[in-house]
């Protein structure tokens, strides 16, 4: 039954996804891609892909994630990001990712909003 569950969030997921392509003109742009010094992070719209400079790579469906978090810069400036696992991003490098960061957390707000 589990599987079952998640496989209707999934599905509910998608729709939402197709919707949203549909009130920007019927197509999708393509996939966003944030470059940073240490992280790369993919997201289609549906599926958020985080890679790292030691090869690892994280996946997730925004219909079974939590929403994105920042926390406060430390001492040096850094904050640690929670998205799919946990990375460091340095204070230059914080606006480049927080739009991409916010296109996630609206996906997921839309999946959460669907019935399942």
């Excluded at 469906?61 to 799919?84: C, W, Y």
């Amino acid at each position: 039954m589990v599987a079952g569950a998640r496989r209707d969030r999934l599905v509910a997921a998608t729709a939402v996804a197709a919707e949203l392509d549909e009130t920007s003109g019927g197509h999708n742009d393509g996939v966003d891609e944030v470059i940073l010094r240490t992280i790369v992070i993919q997201f289609d719209g549906r599926v958020v892909e985080v890679f790292g400079v030691s090869g690892e790579a994280r996946r997730g469906h925004v219909a079974l994630m939590q929403e994105p978090r920042v926390g406060k810069p430390d001492t040096r400036g850094r904050s640690e990001v929670i998205l799919e696992g946990r990375f460091g991003v340095d204070a230059d490098e914080l606006p480049k990712l927080l739009p991409l960061l916010d296109k996630i957390t609206a996906a997921i707000r839309a999946a959460q909003a669907e019935p399942r």
